[in-house]
């Protein structure tokens, strides 16, 4: 199971209205405010032999206090908290290279995100949300890599994946994602056995601490840009896994913004909240 929480920086009636009365034209008046994002996910995976894995996540989608102005401009309205199951992802991670000692590894993951989230869930005013606030979206194909090397009580780890946006519910493509993630390990008391399993840990606690960045295309509708959307994020985070030996672990992280590079008026990140429980059969 995964859990992510994140509050952001809504902003005020009056900031709305100004935005949209003073916009060079309607698209850039089209804007949004969101009080908080959850997304809890149930995940499966099944190791087919010791280089290759396969499985999937099933992801809830949670959020709060959508508003925005009205078509005249004089009153905001609140919109809603659109809510409903996402999209269902299957994902594959092969490891093609790892050293003798077992503790440096590479592998390829590959993912398919499908359209069986919701996407016609309705706000207080009997319409539907936009495409970005929905659940579900499109099919959405992701490749990339990741690293990991033990050094003593220390490891490192890296990804890289690349998401491809397809068109989707109300013609909308919602934009290709470039995801980068650095992460520097202690394990306390103890150096790691093999870092490719976070579960194999000679030392029940570690501490860790990750850069996660994210860059997103504009999103765009009918082919037509959407001027307040994408760009690009960056998030410094901070945690804790505490493992039970072989058979579990759990993990709490919480992130901070130090980049919130985006395209016209969006909703900024104050905090982002991570827990993940693993447990091994």
């Known amino acids: 199971m995964i859990a992510q929480f994140i509050s952001l920086d809504s902003a005020s009636d009056a900031t709305l209205l100004d935005i949209k009365n003073n916009a060079v034209d309607e698209a850039h008046g089209d804007v949004h405010s969101v009080n908080t994002l959850l997304i809890p996910s149930v995940f499966a995976a099944y190791g087919i032999t010791d280089d290759l894995t396969l499985g999937l996540r099933i992801p809830y989608v949670l959020r709060s206090g959508v508003r925005s102005p009205n078509e005249e401009g004089d009153a905001v309205n609140k919109q809603g908290d659109p809510s409903g199951f996402g999209d269902v992802s299957v994902f594959g991670q092969y490891r093609f290279f790892h050293s003798a000692d077992n503790l440096n590894h590479a592998s390829l993951v590959i993912a398919l995100k499908t359209p069986t989230g919701e996407t016609g869930v309705q706000n207080n005013q009997g319409n539907s949300f936009e495409t970005h606030h929905q659940p579900g979206g499109a099919w959405s194909p992701s490749a990339g890599l990741s690293f990991t090397r033990a050094m003593g009580s220390f490891s490192f780890d890296t990804s890289v994946l690349y998401t491809v946006a397809t068109q989707g519910a109300q013609k ?50 009918d082919g037509l840009k959407d001027p307040n959307s994408g760009g690009h994020s960056v998030f410094i985070s901070p945690g804790v896994r505490y493992s039970g030996g072989k058979s579990w672990n759990t993990a709490l992280s919480i992130g901070a913004p130090i980049v919130t590079d985006h395209n016209g008026f969006q909703t900024d990140p104050d905090y982002r909240i991570t827990y993940r429980f693993v447990a091994v059969f």
Do not use: C, H, M
């Open 172 to 221: 909308t493509d919602l934009g290709d994602i470039f995801g980068y993630n650095f992460a520097l390990s202690y394990a306390f008391g103890a150096p790691v056995r093999n870092a490719f399993f976070s579960s194999s840990n000679n030392a029940p606690w570690t501490a860790v601490l990750e850069l996660n960045g994210e860059w997103q295309d504009q999103q765009k509708t």
